[in-house]
């Protein structure tokens, strides 16, 4: 059995493929933490988890049994660690490549499977939706050809993961960084970029450039308590 290691909704037409293509009986998919132990991995048989997407760490008792396969939207050994999306926005990047990778016991350093080029154009969650594309190639790529992950060559450069604070907009000057600050928190499960005053905290999704001076967006206004 194959396992799909995923509870965001992007990954719904991921499962729905690979399934189309395997067949329903060949793929699991694990999207509540409390199934995601190694009791349960045997119960079902598995033998290979793919993991799109999981903001929870990976247990040694399961990497080191089961073979997990994690895709990280960056060009590894570059971006290891948290919010890739977020951060390669901020640096500026207009591309990355999402990485598939042999989880081990440091962060991001497992042997690379493959690679595959992602624009990060649109919104976090169109980004997210057109990587789901990208991971359903790799995945049958890994599982067809049967790839084996070869060692990580290059620079080391980390991502420190952000948090809800840093959405603030209220310190951000130029207006193509403030787009780019509303779009890549444009999904849901993320804190959307907000700014606040003493009453009234406003958020916003849905940014369109119109020129070099204004942008339009949508705005959600939210009483304070």
């Known amino acids: ?75 590894l050994p570059y971006g290891r660690g948290g919010s890739p999306l977020q951060n390669l926005i901020i640096k500026g990047h207009k591309k990355t490549k999402i990485s598939a990778i042999s989880v081990e016991r440091g962060i991001d350093e497992g042997p690379i499977y493959c690679k595959s080029e992602l624009s990060l154009k649109g919104t976090a969650r169109e980004i997210f939706e057109r990587s789901a594309e990208n991971i359903f190639k790799m995945i049958c790529d890994i599982d067809f050809q049967k790839i084996e992950p070869k060692k990580q060559i290059g620079k080391v450069i980390y991502f420190n993961r952000r948090n809800e604070n840093q959405s603030d907009l209220g310190l951000i000057e130029k207006l193509d960084k403030m787009y780019d600050h509303i779009r890549m928190l444009d999904c849901e499960g993320y804190p959307n970029a907000f700014i606040e005053n003493e009453n009234f905290l406003f958020k916003f999704t849905n940014a369109k450039l119109i020129n070099e001076k204004e942008l339009k967006a949508d705005v959600r206004i939210i009483k304070k308590q």
């Open 1 to 75: 059995m194959k396992v799909l290691l995923t509870n965001k909704s992007w990954h719904d037409s991921l499962f729905k493929n690979l399934e189309d293509k395997y067949g329903p009986d060949q793929w699991k998919r694990i999207s509540d933490i409390k199934l995601f132990n190694k009791e349960y991995l045997k119960s079902i048989s598995a033998k290979k988890i793919f993991i799109p997407h999981w903001s929870h760490v990976i247990p040694e008792e399961i990497f080191s049994e089961f073979q997990c396969i994690l895709f990280h939207m960056t060009d």
